[in-house]
């Protein structure tokens, strides 16, 4: 099975600022790769898709790159409502594979 | 619009079953590969099963593999997660999802296992 490692697992920043988090599969995964919030208590929502799309309707603050093996998701101008918690998903090869998460606290 | 509601969550033994189902609608269902995925409390999003549009694929994590079966009634616009032998762990929100990218997700249905 590939595994989706993120980091940090958690960090806090302060509204304004920008946060990079970093998604590492185990092996070559092309752009199947996606990106979710979850906010507290809530369903999650897809932000971004095949590795750097962005969803329809999500702000432009949001941002995603990389290809094969590392990607990143990166968040400028931070905003309350970003308090969440935000995760990968492989979906290359299956069993599909989600990252453990990592919580941002504002 | 996307809507995905989830439903036949609840309160089961040990070793019982338990089917889950999933109404879709604003999108032609038929056309879509679906999904489950589940969350335990407080823990992370776990990837189950996938089901192809006519049912022809179908793929399970190894934790529910030979225990829980995905299928579909295109008919019915429904997706449906028979699950068999639960256990503890097993305890979680159960969500159903559309594609395998996993674009739009249900509102979630609890599963409890316990006794």
Redesign the interface.
């Known amino acids: 099975?590939i595994q989706m490692t993120q980091s940090p697992s958690a960090m806090s920043a302060s509204v304004g600022d920008t946060v990079t988090i970093t998604c590492r599969a185990s092996q070559d995964i092309s752009n199947?790769l996606?990106w979710?919030r979850?906010e507290p208590g809530k369903?999650?929502?897809?932000l971004i898709?095949?590795a750097s799309s962005l969803?329809s309707g999500v702000p432009s603050r949001f941002s995603g790159g990389g290809s094969g093996t590392q990607f990143t998701l990166t968040i400028t101008s931070l905003q309350p409502e970003d308090l969440a918690?935000y995760?990968c998903?492989q979906?290359y090869t299956?069993?599909?594979?989600?990252?453990?998460?990592t919580k941002l606290e504002i | 619009q996307v809507h995905l509601v989830e439903s036949g969550g609840g309160l089961v033994k040990p070793g019982g079953s338990l089917r889950l189902s999933c109404a879709a609608s604003g999108f032609t269902f038929s056309d879509y590969y679906m999904?489950w995925i589940r969350q335990a409390p407080g823990k992370?999003?776990?990837?189950l099963s996938?089901i192809s549009s006519t049912s022809t694929y179908t793929?399970?994590?190894?934790s529910v593999k030979g225990r829980f079966t995905i299928s579909r009634d295109n008919a019915k616009n429904s997706l449906y997660l028979q699950m068999n032998s639960l256990r503890a762990e097993d305890t979680a929100v159960y969500?159903c999802a559309r594609d395998?990218?996993?674009?739009?997700?249900?509102?979630?249905t609890l599963v409890t296992v316990s006794s």
């Open positions: 099975d199947y996606a979710f979850q369903v999650p929502k897809r898709y095949a969803e918690t995760y998903l979906h299956y069993p599909y594979t989600f990252g453990q998460g | 999904t992370g999003l776990e990837w996938y793929n399970y994590v190894d969500y395998t990218a996993v674009s739009y997700w249900g509102q979630g």
